[in-house]
Structure formats: structure tokens, C-alpha cells
Nanobody, 117 residues
Framework: QVQLVESGGGLVPAGGSLRLSCAAA????????MGWYRQAPGKQREMVAT???????TYAVSVKGRFTISRDNAENTVYLQMNSLKPEDTAVYYC???????????WGQGTQVTVSS
């Protein structure tokens, strides 16, 4: 198992920036992929940015060029730097980790990001 603790959400005006953090504990050596999803009210949860075990990254088209995912392996932490935020980025942001061998997905508790217009 792995435990994920997110932090860094909040209220920010359009054009502003936030950095989210996700600290992992537990079976960290079994993590195949780790990243961020988000869910806005009335919408499905969608992928925002993710790392694979090899270190490659994937971004949603809507955030490419504005958001950057990074990680600190020593701290077992993944970050999401969000710049040029838009009201449509408002959502609960969830950290996820997929564990080998079955890619069982674990979720954090979520952190609210609200962008005011």
C-alpha cells in the first residue's frame, strides 16, 4: 500500500500561480506511475499530468505549457507547478500512484484549487 498526502491548494486570481505537493509513504519502491488528476463540479475526473517509472511525463492538452510536474525522489514527493491559472482550472486536484505489479491505483484525499475571474 501507499499513502498520499497532498497540500498546496487554495484560492488564487486568474493569471496567478500555485504549487501542489504530494508526499508518498509506504510501498514507494513499487510505484510505476504517479501524478495528478482533477475533478470539477459535475464533471468526470481527468488526467492533468503524470510521471511514469521511466521518468517520462504526460500532460493534458488544456494545461500543457502552463503546468509543470516535477519530483523529488529523495523526499518521495511529486509537485505540480501551475502558472497562468484560469477559472476553468478550478477543481479538486487528486494525487495518484499506481503500484506494481497490477498498477493498482491509490488516491490522495484531494486539495481544492479555486481560480477567481
Amino acid at each position: 500500500q501507499v499513502q498520499l498526502v497532498e497540500s498546496g491548494g487554495g484560492l488564487v486570481p486568474a493569471g496567478g500561480s500555485l504549487r501542489l505537493s504530494c508526499a508518498a509513504a509506504g510501498s514507494i519502491f513499487s510505484i510505476n506511475a504517479m501524478g495528478w488528476y482533477r475533478q470539477a463540479p459535475g464533471k468526470q475526473r481527468e488526467m492533468v499530468a503524470t510521471f511514469t517509472r521511466s521518468g517520462s511525463t504526460t500532460y493534458a492538452v488544456s494545461v500543457k505549457g502552463r503546468f509543470t510536474i516535477s519530483r523529488d525522489n529523495a523526499e518521495n514527493t511529486v509537485y505540480l507547478q501551475m502558472n497562468s491559472l484560469k477559472p476553468e482550472d478550478t477543481a479538486v486536484y487528486y494525487c495518484h500512484a499506481d503500484l506494481a505489479p497490477l498498477n493498482l491505483r491509490y488516491w490522495g484525499q484531494g486539495t481544492q484549487v479555486t481560480v477567481s475571474s
